[in-house]
Structures are given as structure tokens and as C-alpha cells.
């Protein structure tokens, strides 16, 4: 690759936008981000104003290459999944604000296909399950809701995609309609092993094809932005969904490698090469990238509470003034004296799967303080990776993961992941340079754009900033996940 040459990585998420600029070792230049507005117009309802959002990507990325001082030669997109834009093809006007992916709007009529036993067949099909948070339903709402959406839809005069879609579709100037395998394996609408939109879902969702984007590979001459943008028209390269991205930033390109991203929740992706595996109660399959027409697929889970256990105890029972305090606070302790919080708050994911559940603080005596609290918070956080990695292991008859790479607040603080080691029984890295889902865009848009020659170069761009390998005594173990597992049946038990 040029030394001249960089790349520009546009990470469009759920609260900001934010474009960096990467040389070619996907070493960071410069940045710029802008946090957008939230709008929740009924109770569970979550929208966005695409206008924000476009501006936001416009200013941002002029400002981060402006910064750089660099030519850039290639621009890769990694985007917030599932949320719905539906747009009008003259106008390129959006006919309503984005639903986001955190929308329950469309809680009923995933109900109602549940009851007509739709269910089985969407989960063969996607790897996903059947609900809102997925794009389809949000789609069929906009089109069933929406005045004249349904029949200008049919007659191809509006355009349906997801934020990456949209902003392809806005940087090349409204000349293309395109999405990558990635985003669209989280529509609901794509049938993950052919690669193809599914015919069969299509008239479930009752969405007409005319509306949806091509899909091609996640690195792809996909278009180029006007030159009014940046001054030159420069090729969009490689586009993936953000916790996609993220897996590719941390290069887990090989079959076992596995990512965590702890922030708020947390969300894990464990790479199954050219294996599709069946999705198990609570987990997902996905499409993690697809490079020369060929997928490779991931297992997806999600921990609802990662960081919001230790942002509970700052900012609800104000008993630490900065998440980072939460270190030294586990640190200064041997052991946990039998104290386990099972945060809970919006009920138990995979394995449990209990939406209902609610969380608990158990083990408490009158010399229990506040570190022990932050440690049960930041232990709690380990346990629940060693059990989602075992629900995304349960059946491929493998072992979960081979090395679990992390990034995210969390991945800041040193004692969490040696305790993550420690529990998970593997070794736990995490990458000099955080910002992962920005680095998978740009290496797509690198390997797109033909500035790498393959995935090995890639991979050999990834440095370790940190290692953690396991080296608690194997008995104590034991006896910090057995204690956990009983905090796990009281919690199951007082809902009951
Ligand atoms: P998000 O993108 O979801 O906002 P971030 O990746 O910015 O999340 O991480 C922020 C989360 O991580 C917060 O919930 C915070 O409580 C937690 N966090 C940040 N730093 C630390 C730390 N040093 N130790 C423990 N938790 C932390």
C-alpha cells in the first residue's frame, strides 16, 4: 500500500456519527464525531432524523480528512444494523424518520406471525429470530402506515435500506442502491446460506423486491462519492454492520477467533468459517463478511448489562464517581467473599432467556462495601460471557472460541480481563488501537479498493496492545462460577 495513501472509515452508530481516517496498518490519523438526537415519539418507540445523520457524515468526514492532511483513497462504511430507512428514489427524501433497531413498535405482528407458526422458517432462512428488533416488520409498518408508501412502493418509486444503504445512496449522489451480506443477513429478509432475498419472506413481511438494494460483497467497488464532498471522487470500498466490522477490526478471521465488545451491553461474534451453524434458543447465525462472493458466518449473542452494571453504580446508587474507579475498587479485594450481583434488569439473555427476570445482590453481610459491590458488578460481567459462550458453542460440537478478543469501555480495565481470562479459561487480547469497528471498515475498504492483497495482510496489520492469559488456581475457579450459578437459580427462582 502508498504511504500517501489512507483510508477513511466512517462509523455511523446509534447515538453518534463519527469518521476516522487510517493509514494503511490501520493506525488512526484523525477523527471527528458529532452525536446526534434521539427521538422517541411513543413509549418503545426509538426514530431518527436521516437528515442528522447525513449531516453529521458530511461534516465529520470533511473534518477528519481535512485534520489528517491526507489523500484519502478508498472510504469503507460500518453502520448501526437493522435500523430502516425508506426513502423516494427522485427526491432521495426520506418518506419518514429511520426506525432504529431498538424500536418495539412491531411487537404485535411479530406476535401474531409467531402464532401462525411462521417462526421456524424465518429463523432457517435469517439465523435470526422473530422479532422487532430486526428490519422487516419495521419495513412492513412504514409501507402498511405510511400514506401512498405501498403503492408507490410497488410501482418503484421508493428505495428501502438500511444505514449503510442510505448512505451509499446519498455519497454516490443517488446512482447507487446497495447493501453488503452483512446488513442485509439482518433484515429478516435474506435467506443467509443462498445469499439471496427470500421469496417466501418477501410475501410473509409483504415487502415488494422492487424496493430492496442489491447485495454484494462486504469489500466492493461499490460507487464514488461526489467530488463535491471531498474534492475528489473517492471509491466507496467496503461497507459491514458495526459488530461485523468490529470482528474484522480485531482480525478473528479464522474459524474459532472470536470478538467481545464491552460497552454498554456487550455483544460477541465467534467466526465459523465456511460453516452456517444453526442458531441455538437466544443466539444467532450471521453472515460476518463475504469477500469474493464467498460468506464466511459468525454465532451472535448479546449480554443486555456489561458497562450499565458498573454505570448502575455510578449514576444510580452514586457509590463510585467514574466507572474507571471500579479497578482498583475489586482489585483491593482477595476474593469476592461470596458476594454476586446478577444484573438482571431487563431480564436474562441466552442461555436463560427470561425476559422477566430480574436482577439480584446476593451473598451480603455487615462487612460487605462498595468494593465489594464493583467487583460482584465487573465479575457479573465475566460470568455472563462464559455462559453466552457456551449457548454459542451448544451444538456445533466444538469449543466455544479459541481466543476472545475484546474491545469497548470496558477493555480499558486491566483487572476485568484478567478475571475474564481466569474464568472463560482462555486467553483474553485486546488490540493496541480500541477502536475495532472502525479498522474492520477500513480494511474492507482497503481490500476492496485492492490496497491489500488479501486477508493475511490484514491480519498481520493487528498488534497487540495487551494479553491476559488464565492462571487462576483451577479449584477457585470452580468456585467463583459455582457461586455464580447459585445467584443464577435464586434469580430464576424469585421470579417464579
Ligand atoms: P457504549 O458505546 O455502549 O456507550 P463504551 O464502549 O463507550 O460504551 O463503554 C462505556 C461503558 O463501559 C459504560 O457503561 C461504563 O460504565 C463502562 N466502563 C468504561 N470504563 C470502564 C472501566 N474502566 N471499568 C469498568 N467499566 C467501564
Not at 491489500?452 to 491480519?459: I, K, R, W
Request: hydrophobic share 45%.
Amino acid at each position: 500500500m502508498n504511504s500517501v495513501d489512507s483510508i477513511l472509515a466512517i462509523d455511523q452508530g446509534t447515538t453518534s456519527t463519527r469518521s476516522l481516517v487510517l493509514d494503511g496498518e490501520g493506525r488512526l490519523l484523525a477523527c471527528s464525531q458529532k452525536e446526534f438526537p434521539q427521538y422517541y415519539p411513543q413509549a418503545g418507540w426509538v426514530e431518527h432524523d436521516l437528515e442528522d445523520i447525513w449531516r453529521d457524515t458530511v461534516t465529520t468526514m470533511r473534518e477528519a480528512v481535512e485534520k489528517s492532511g491526507r489523500r484519502v483513497a478508498a472510504i469503507g462504511i460500518a453502520n448501526q444494523r437493522e435500523t430502516v430507512a425508506l426513502w423516494n428514489r427522485d427526491t432521495g427524501e426520506p418518506v419518514h424518520p429511520a426506525i432504529v433497531w431498538q424500536d418495539r413498535r412491531t411487537a404485535p405482528l411479530c406476535e401474531r406471525l409467531r402464532a401462525d407458526g411462521l417462526e421456524d422458517l424465518v429463523r432457517a432462512r435469517t439465523g435470526l429470530l422473530l422479532d422487532p428488533y430486526f428490519s422487516a416488520t419495521k419495513l412492513a409498518w412504514l409501507l402498511d402506515t405510511i400514506p401512498d408508501a405501498r403503492r408507490n412502493a410497488e410501482r418503484g418509486a421508493l428505495a428501502f435500506g438500511t444505514i449503510d444503504s442510505f448512505l451509499v445512496w446519498r455519497l454516490t449522489g443517488g446512482r447507487v442502491h446497495a447493501t453488503d451480506a452483512t446488513n442485509a443477513s439482518r433484515t429478516l429478509l435474506f435467506d443467509i446460506t443462498r445469499q439471496a432475498w427470500a421469496p417466501e419472506l418477501l410475501e410473509i413481511f409483504k415487502i415488494p423486491e422492487c424496493i430492496l438494494p442489491e447485495v454484494h460483497d462486504s469489500a466492493f467497488p461499490y460507487g464514488t462519492a461526489t467530488p463535491d464532498l471531498l474534492g475528489t471522487a473517492v471509491p466507496i470500498t467496503g461497507l459491514a454492520g458495526d459488530q461485523q466490522a468490529a470482528l474484522v477490526g480485531q482480525a478473528c478471521l479464522a474459524p474459532g477467533m472470536a470478538k467481545a465488545t464491552y460497552g454498554t451491553g456487550c455483544f460477541i461474534l465467534v467466526n465459523t468459517g465456511a460453516e452456517c451453524v444453526p442458531p441455538r434458543a437466544g443466539t444467532l447465525s450471521t453472515v460476518a463478511y463475504r469477500l469474493d462472493g464467498t460468506p464466511t458466518y459468525a454465532t451472535e449473542g448479546a449480554i443486555f448489562v456489561a458497562g450499565a452494571a458498573v454505570k448502575w453504580l455510578r449514576d444510580g446508587l452514586k457509590v463510585i464517581a467514574r466507572a474507571s474507579e471500579a479497578e482498583a475498587l475489586a482489585a483491593g479485594l482477595d476474593d469476592n467473599c461470596g458476594v454476586y450481583m446478577v444484573p438482571a434488569f431487563v431480564g436474562l439473555g441466552a442461555p436463560y432467556w427470561d425476559p422477566h427476570a430480574r436482577g439480584l445482590i446476593c451473598g451480603l453481610t455487615s462487612d460487605t462495601s462498595v468494593a465489594h459491590l464493583a467487583r460482584a458488578a465487573l465479575e457479573s460481567v465475566a460470568y455472563q460471557t462464559l455462559d453466552l459462550l457456551a449457548a454459542l458453542a451448544a451444538g456445533s460440537g466444538r469449543a466455544p472460541a479459541t481466543t476472545l478478543r475484546i474491545d469497548g469501555g470496558m477493555a480499558g480495565n486491566d483487572w476485568f480481563c484478567q478475571f475474564l481470562a481466569d474464568i472463560l479459561e482462555l486467553p483474553v487480547e485486546r488490540p493496541s488501537l480500541l477502536e475495532a469497528t472502525a479498522r474492520g471498515a477500513a480494511f474492507l475498504a482497503g481490500l476492496g479498493a485492492g490496497l491489500y492483497p488479501g486477508l493475511s495482510a490484514v491480519m498481520a496489520t493487528w498488534t497487540k496492545g495487551a494479553g491476559f492469559a488464565p492462571r487462576m488456581e483451577l479449584s477457585r475457579r470452580a468456585r467463583a462460577v459455582e457461586g455464580w450459578r447459585d445467584a443464577i437459580a435464586r434469580t430464576l427462582a424469585h421470579r417464579a
